[in-house]
């Protein structure tokens, strides 16, 4: 396939066509990306951990699949993601390969059992290469980790890649997988997916096992995909996912048919528009023309208690994950061993009160309500805002001056995702611009409970309307 830069960032069914079609095997493609992570992964920092052995073996044993299909003999029902190389964030489990957390304290800590998500990956096929970087315990927006060091963004590599997942977004945009799994807890997937100009899924409640991933927020916490493409998604998703009964008879990836009547986007009123970059702006503005060319119906609405949505996930958050930590025996025993932004936080789960943490569960519940009547009272698809209000940061800027006014960067990053987290509801972001200097921009959807597949159409067409991104230039 043309160029090592056209193979490096091809999509997983032209990668699957050419292993069909005899002109690349699983080995030789992992070999490929083997070197190539090798080359570039020392200037991105990308990768924690690389399992070479287990990669080629089973990029071996994909081949000898593709082969006996040829003979007539073996599987038939052979999956997309056969043979296909893709990376997880070093908080999921993978057996007899390290799983740090990104932390000091999980430096050697070696599972002896897949996670479900990874074994629903193995027995699709995937190769997995090995285990991105994160922020520490998934704690933070920045994968700046004080352990391992920061994940640098291939845009620009004196900015983040977005947190906590940024070692899987980054590993995307440098062509140095073709998927990720990663977690999501207050837009831990979508946030470096914005930054670093890929495609990020955080799937609804229920719908993707979190078992034998190390957990942050139990009621907040999500698994889901990073890819480069929204059908990539898709065949991610499909593999990882709980089928719904409906589902079982059919793959989860964007409908080749149009629907038979224009979508209706919700943009609310409140929130999500109060804080924004005018380069933001602007992309997102010019993204909501291109839908309406499409024929989306675009209707402004009001959704109750988006504002209380920071607060209450915060409650949520900084309780839930102290109390992991004090159970595993690490906090405050272990203090000295976590960096400084997460021993904070940590701190700050101590003074969460149970009237307060109770309260935040309570108003969990009303949002959920709330968001859902609007919904079905207005009959929305989706709704349709930006996913961060900047686009990267320097590593190492905490304050962010947007419109005069100075914001801690952590808290503009989160801002609004965190609406998706309490809701417990599907949320995809999809490059849509750059900004003047040349960093992605992302929009984002937001969909109802079991809502992947709608989200991922609305998503696929507005993306098939857009450019084709560049390879970041850096590299």
């Not at 949002?367 to 961060?388: G, K, R, W």
């Not at 590593?395 to 100075?406: A, M, Q, R, Y």
């Not at 801002?415 to 984002?444: D, E, K, M, W």
Request: aromatic residues 6%; contains cysteine; proline residues 7%.
């Amino acid at each position: 396939m043309g160029t090592d830069s056209q193979l490096a960032f091809a999509s997983v069914a032209e990668i699957g066509k050419l292993f069909r079609t005899n002109k690349l095997s699983p080995v030789e493609l992992t070999r490929f990306l083997l070197d190539r992570i090798a080359s570039l992964n020392p200037k991105i920092n990308a990768y924690l951990t690389v399992d070479e052995t287990g990669a080629i073996k089973a990029a071996k044993l994909a081949g000898a699949a593709f082969s006996q299909k040829a003979r007539g003999k073996g599987r038939q029902d052979i999956s997309p993601l056969h043979g296909i190389p893709i990376s997880l964030k070093d908080n999921i489990h993978l057996a007899g390969v390290r799983t740090t957390a990104g932390s000091k304290i999980l430096r050697e800590f070696v599972p002896s059992h897949d996670a479900p998500v990874v074994a629903a990956l193995k027995n699709a096929g995937a190769v997995i290469l090995g285990k991105t970087n994160l922020h520490e315990f998934a704690y933070g927006v920045t994968t700046v980790n004080p352990h391992y060091g920061p994940t640098r963004n291939p845009w620009d590599l004196q900015r983040i890649s977005g947190g906590s997942s940024g070692g899987s977004a980054a590993a995307l945009a440098a062509g140095l997988c073709y998927g990720s799994i990663g977690t999501d807890t207050g837009g831990s997937i979508r946030v470096p997916a914005s930054l670093c100009g890929v495609v990020g899924l955080k799937p609804g409640i229920g719908r993707v096992s979190t078992d034998g991933v190390i957990p942050l927020s139990t009621t907040l916490d999500f698994v889901g995909p990073l890819a480069r493409t929204v059908q990539d998604a898709a065949l991610l998703f499909s593999a990882i996912s709980a089928k719904t009964k409906k589902e079982r008879f059919r793959r989860s990836a964007p409908p080749s048919s149009p629907r038979k009547r224009r979508p209706r986007l919700g943009i609310p009123k409140e929130f999500f528009f109060d804080v924004l970059s005018p380069e933001v702006n602007a992309s997102f503005e010019a993204s909501l023309r291109i839908l309406e060319r499409q024929g989306a119906k675009l209707v402004k609405v009001s959704v109750p208690l988006l504002t209380e949505t920071e607060d209450a996930g915060n409650q949520i958050a900084w309780a839930e994950a102290t109390r992991y930590h004090q159970q595993e025996g690490w906090y405050p025993a272990r203090a000295a061993d976590y960096g400084e932004d997460v021993r904070t936080r940590l701190e700050m789960g101590m003074n969460v009160s149970a009237i307060s943490y109770l309260n935040a569960l309570e108003l969990r519940k009303k949002f959920i309500t709330a968001y859902h009547s609007v919904l079905q009272s207005e009959t929305l698809d989706a709704f349709v805002v930006p996913t961060t209000p900047i686009s990267a940061p320097l590593i190492g800027e905490d304050e962010t001056i947007l419109n005069g006014k100075k914001y801690p960067t952590r808290a503009l990053l989160l801002r609004l995702n965190r609406p998706a987290n309490l809701g417990g509801v599907p949320a995809i972001s999809v490059p849509c611009g750059f900004s003047p200097t040349g960093l992605p921009i992302g929009i984002q959807f937001l969909g109802s409970v079991n809502g992947e597949a709608l989200l991922l159409e609305i998503a696929s067409k507005l993306e098939s309307a857009l450019r084709k991104p560049p390879y970041p230039q850096l590299l």
